[in-house]
């Protein structure tokens, strides 16, 4: 084994054993090396010249230039396991199959910025990706250098160029490099999970998966989630989905007459506040208001303000909250649902079920398409649009961009041109992303003293907070100018804390106590949720609820019927409502009681209480945490069941034709003009086709200084 080592360690004996490889005689090891060596190289180059992954900092940069090693080891070691001729061959059959993976992917990434999964290999046309019809037009002659190397090596085998090893290497020496691979791809995965904490579990974006473990492992991850996924689908029965909507349908409750349809037909915008907390609405800094903007919308007459309404995610974060909030589902209780299943389940989403009131729909983010799988997930929502950041011109300089995207201001800003273009009424979803841990900033947009706890990630985030109410309030001005304010329904909630529990000191610090304890953490998972509408009945509403009201509560407003959905929450404005609010690991907040962390207090005084010593709270929390653990488990058997697609009892529903959307930019900008063209009610049409985006005023600092157009 040592002389082995040597041998391969000493650059000299190297070049020799390189040269009879490509002259004369090439012992089988020599020749593995070399293949290890091009698919490593062809994989590296092709990381760095057709995909984006996103890579930051020297250890990103390591791991990718490790990551395509490991599996090149495992693969092409299998060749040492055998003699003469067939070795080479399985080695160069090796080579061939991650070259296939990788062109495939170029191909595919260049069109989709995603990376090729098995569930869409196997269903392509159902996710409407259309593979195979505009191959001919994305592929560029320089892709097929991927395969260069390995019909060089074919010839040279061929023409006897590379004279055959008949005696090949002892068995043991083969292991030995198979389990050398084994050993770099954990030491790779060490690494990465140091980097990022969650990356299998919460699986946040394929990109991430490949830039931190390579391509091949990626094949293997999708491999094993999509097994998974497909084991729970067979074994899931059309009478599952009977038992959970007779649960679903016993807890519903009526809506509320004198708001029941009061807001039909307008246009609603879901403005997603990112890593927003109940707690800043009139929170003060040195007597300044954090959030003026927002606080004058939440106190304004036509706003319903909720102040008892929680945040309910998982580790899907983000993802969690949009699962809610469009289709009043849970998350799931580990990763992202619209990660694992958003891309081939069945949806009673929102947009789908406003398409059927003669809603279009448009989801925008500054992040990249395939963040959470949104790419895939909203055309099973239903969305005809999705504006993400390759739809935002000035997402392209990094300096307009911080954290996961696009800065707010001008995020908002830019998506005006699209908004002009919609179709009224529509249903249009915009996702905040600038208050987002660690709530850094450029100087230039810092207008707001940071607080003073002394934990850093945790001062700036009344900052980042600052300025995106600065773009909200600047957004609203826009709605005023060009009509939109008065005819639109605007729902805005903050998706989940923006400091976590890990910051108690600097919790207790911002709400000027000296410590903080369960009960504490408990309120300060309230985010804020508000409906203002023209006209509506507002004021700051005391009821318990979380996001998976937010679907029930707002249709309701709408008017459109409900019967038979299935919705695990209710319309907050239903007075019938039993209020108890689930949390995603089991714990539940009711207006009297609530359990956190596996303690009981008394919601409104936050005294601890010991169930043995109090009856009344032992029945209460029976009947509550009994309505909580079957809510997830039913919800939970919903997603990983796939069991939407049972439901053909409502007949005046019609399932989502994924298909029928494409995100691409240059196909939905095509298609949004011919639509508003065949329906002429956008602001856009309107105004006779003249643009409004010029009475969008902002004081972004990127506008002036010429970093955005
Ligand atoms: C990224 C953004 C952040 O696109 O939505 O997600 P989060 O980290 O908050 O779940
Ligand atoms: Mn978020």
């Given at each position: 084994?040592m002389?082995?080592l040597k041998?391969?360690?000493?650059?000299?004996?190297?070049?020799?054993?390189?040269k009879?490889?490509?002259?004369s005689s090439?012992?089988?090891?020599?020749f593995?090396i070399?293949?290890?060596?091009?698919?490593?190289?062809k994989?590296?180059?092709?990381?760095l010249?057709?995909?984006?992954l996103?890579?930051?900092g020297p250890i990103?940069?390591?791991?990718?230039?490790?990551?395509?090693?490991?599996t090149?080891i495992?693969l092409?070691?299998?060749?040492?396991?055998?003699r003469?001729?067939?070795s080479?061959?399985?080695a160069i059959?090796?080579?061939?199959?991650?070259?296939?993976?990788?062109?495939a992917?170029v191909l595919?990434?260049r069109?989709?910025?995603?990376?090729?999964s098995?569930g869409i290999?196997?269903?392509?046309?159902?996710?409407?990706?259309n593979?195979?019809?505009s191959?001919?037009a994305?592929?560029?002659?320089s892709d097929y250098?991927?395969?260069l190397?390995i019909?060089?090596?074919?010839?040279?085998?061929?023409?006897?160029?590379i004279?055959?090893?008949k005696k090949?290497?002892?068995k043991r020496?083969?292991?030995?490099?198979?389990l050398?691979?084994?050993v770099l791809?954990?030491?790779?995965?060490?690494?990465?999970?140091?980097d990022r904490s969650?990356?299998?579990?919460?699986?946040?974006?394929?990109?991430?998966?490949v830039?931190y473990?390579?391509l091949?492992?990626?094949v293997v991850?999708?491999?094993?989630?999509?097994?998974?996924?497909s084991?729970?689908?067979k074994?899931a029965k059309?009478?599952?989905l009977?038992?959970?909507?007779a649960?679903?349908?016993?807890n519903?409750?009526?809506?509320n007459v004198?708001?029941y349809g009061?807001q039909?037909?307008?246009?609603?915008?879901?403005?997603?506040?990112e890593?927003?907390?109940?707690?800043?609405?009139?929170?003060?800094v040195?007597?300044?208001?954090?959030t003026p903007?927002?606080n004058?919308?939440?106190h304004d007459q036509?706003?319903?303000?909720y102040?008892n309404?929680y945040?309910?995610?998982?580790q899907?974060?983000?993802s969690d909250?949009?699962?809610?909030?469009?289709?009043?589902?849970?998350?799931?209780a580990?990763?992202?649902?619209?990660v694992?299943?958003?891309t081939n389940?069945?949806f009673e989403?929102?947009?789908?079920?406003?398409?059927?009131?003669?809603?279009?729909?448009?989801a925008?983010?500054g992040?990249?398409?395939?963040?959470?799988?949104r790419?895939n997930?909203?055309k099973?929502?239903?969305?005809n649009y999705y504006?993400s950041k390759?739809?935002?011109?000035?997402a392209?300089?990094?300096?307009n961009?911080?954290?996961?995207?696009?800065?707010?201001?001008?995020?908002?800003?830019?998506?005006a041109?699209y908004?002009?273009q919609?179709?009224?009424p529509?249903?249009?979803?915009?996702?905040?992303?600038?208050n987002h841990?660690?709530y850094e900033?450029?100087?230039?947009n810092?207008?707001?003293?940071?607080?003073?706890?002394?934990?850093?990630?945790v001062?700036?985030?009344?900052?980042?907070?600052?300025?995106?109410?600065?773009?909200?309030g600047?957004?609203?001005?826009?709605?005023?100018?060009?009509g939109?304010?008065?005819?639109?329904?605007?729902?805005?909630?903050g998706?989940?804390?923006g400091?976590s529990?890990n910051?108690?000191?600097?919790i207790?610090?911002?709400?000027g106590?000296?410590?903080?304890?369960?009960?504490?953490?408990?309120?300060?998972?309230?985010?804020?949720f508000m409906?203002?509408?023209?006209?509506?009945a507002?004021g700051?509403n005391?009821t318990y609820g979380?996001e998976?009201?937010?679907?029930p509560t707002?249709?309701?407003?709408l008017?459109?019927?409900?019967?038979?959905?299935?919705?695990?929450g209710?319309?907050l404005?239903?007075?019938a409502?039993s209020?108890?609010?689930?949390?995603?690991?089991?714990?539940?907040v009711?207006p009297?009681y609530?359990k956190?962390?596996n303690q009981?207090?008394?919601t409104?005084?936050?005294?601890?209480?010991?169930?043995?010593?109090d009856?009344?709270?032992?029945a209460?929390a029976?009947?509550?945490?009994?309505?909580a653990?079957?809510?997830?488990?039913?919800?939970?058997?919903?997603?990983?069941?796939d069991?939407?697609?049972?439901?053909?009892?409502r007949?005046n529903f019609?399932?989502?034709?994924?298909?029928?959307?494409?995100?691409?930019?240059?196909?939905?900008?095509?298609?949004l003009?011919r639509?508003q063209?065949?329906n002429?009610?956008?602001?856009?049409?309107?105004?006779?086709?003249h643009s409004?985006?010029?009475d969008?005023?902002?004081?972004a600092p990127e506008?002036?200084?010429?970093?955005?157009k």
């Amino acid at each position: 084994m040592m002389s082995f080592l040597k041998q391969v360690l000493s650059p000299k004996q190297w070049w020799q054993q390189l040269k009879k490889t490509t002259d004369s005689s090439a012992p089988i090891v020599w020749f593995f090396i070399l293949n290890v060596i091009l698919v490593w190289v062809k994989t590296y180059v092709n990381y760095l010249m057709n995909f984006n992954l996103g890579v930051v900092g020297p250890i990103q940069q390591f791991l990718l230039i490790l990551n395509p090693i490991p599996t090149a080891i495992i693969l092409l070691s299998l060749a040492l396991y055998f003699r003469g001729a067939l070795s080479y061959w399985l080695a160069i059959v090796m080579n061939l199959i991650q070259s296939m993976w990788l062109f495939a992917n170029v191909l595919y990434y260049r069109e989709f910025s995603d990376f090729l999964s098995i569930g869409i290999i196997g269903s392509g046309s159902s996710t409407g990706n259309n593979l195979g019809k505009s191959i001919v037009a994305i592929i560029h002659l320089s892709d097929y250098l991927i395969f260069l190397d390995i019909i060089l090596l074919v010839l040279l085998l061929i023409f006897h160029q590379i004279k055959i090893d008949k005696k090949g290497i002892q068995k043991r020496y083969a292991v030995l490099t198979t389990l050398l691979g084994v050993v770099l791809m954990f030491v790779d995965y060490g690494i990465a999970s140091v980097d990022r904490s969650g990356l299998l579990t919460r699986s946040f974006d394929n990109n991430y998966i490949v830039k931190y473990l390579g391509l091949n492992e990626y094949v293997v991850f999708n491999a094993v989630q999509t097994y998974n996924q497909s084991n729970s689908r067979k074994q899931a029965k059309p009478a599952d989905l009977k038992k959970i909507q007779a649960f679903t349908a016993q807890n519903q409750t009526p809506a509320n007459v004198q708001y029941y349809g009061t807001q039909k037909g307008k246009n609603v915008f879901v403005i997603h506040l990112e890593s927003f907390q109940q707690f800043l609405i009139d929170y003060k800094v040195d007597g300044q208001e954090v959030t003026p903007n927002l606080n004058q919308f939440y106190h304004d007459q036509n706003t319903l303000s909720y102040d008892n309404f929680y945040n309910q995610v998982g580790q899907g974060k983000t993802s969690d909250a949009e699962m809610m909030q469009e289709n009043s589902l849970y998350g799931l209780a580990t990763g992202s649902a619209m990660v694992k299943y958003g891309t081939n389940n069945t949806f009673e989403a929102m947009p789908a079920v406003l398409a059927q009131q003669g809603y279009t729909s448009a989801a925008f983010h500054g992040d990249v398409g395939t963040f959470w799988n949104r790419n895939n997930t909203y055309k099973s929502f239903g969305y005809n649009y999705y504006f993400s950041k390759e739809f935002y011109p000035n997402a392209k300089k990094s300096s307009n961009n911080v954290g996961y995207g696009l800065k707010d201001k001008i995020f908002l800003k830019d998506s005006a041109q699209y908004i002009e273009q919609l179709p009224q009424p529509f249903y249009a979803k915009l996702i905040t992303v600038t208050n987002h841990y660690p709530y850094e900033l450029d100087k230039q947009n810092i207008s707001f003293p940071a607080t003073k706890t002394g934990d850093n990630t945790v001062d700036g985030y009344v900052q980042t907070a600052h300025y995106l109410d600065q773009a909200f309030g600047e957004f609203i001005d826009y709605m005023k100018k060009v009509g939109l304010y008065d005819n639109s329904v605007f729902v805005l909630y903050g998706d989940h804390y923006g400091i976590s529990e890990n910051h108690q000191p600097a919790i207790a610090q911002l709400l000027g106590k000296s410590s903080v304890n369960n009960y504490d953490l408990a309120q300060f998972q309230k985010v804020p949720f508000m409906i203002h509408a023209t006209g509506l009945a507002g004021g700051v509403n005391h009821t318990y609820g979380g996001e998976i009201d937010m679907m029930p509560t707002l249709l309701d407003l709408l008017g459109v019927p409900t019967t038979g959905m299935t919705m695990f929450g209710h319309d907050l404005l239903s007075t019938a409502d039993s209020q108890i609010v689930v949390f995603r690991d089991g714990d539940w907040v009711t207006p009297k009681y609530m359990k956190y962390r596996n303690q009981y207090f008394n919601t409104e005084t936050g005294e601890t209480l010991s169930l043995d010593q109090d009856p009344e709270l032992k029945a209460a929390a029976k009947k509550a945490q009994d309505y909580a653990d079957k809510s997830l488990s039913y919800s939970d058997k919903i997603i990983t069941g796939d069991l939407l697609r049972f439901d053909t009892s409502r007949s005046n529903f019609h399932a989502v034709n994924k298909k029928e959307f494409d995100y691409q930019k240059s196909a939905a900008l095509k298609i949004l003009k011919r639509n508003q063209e065949s329906n002429p009610s956008s602001v856009l049409a309107k105004n006779n086709g003249h643009s409004s985006t010029d009475d969008y005023t902002t004081d972004a600092p990127e506008y002036s200084n010429g970093n955005a157009k």
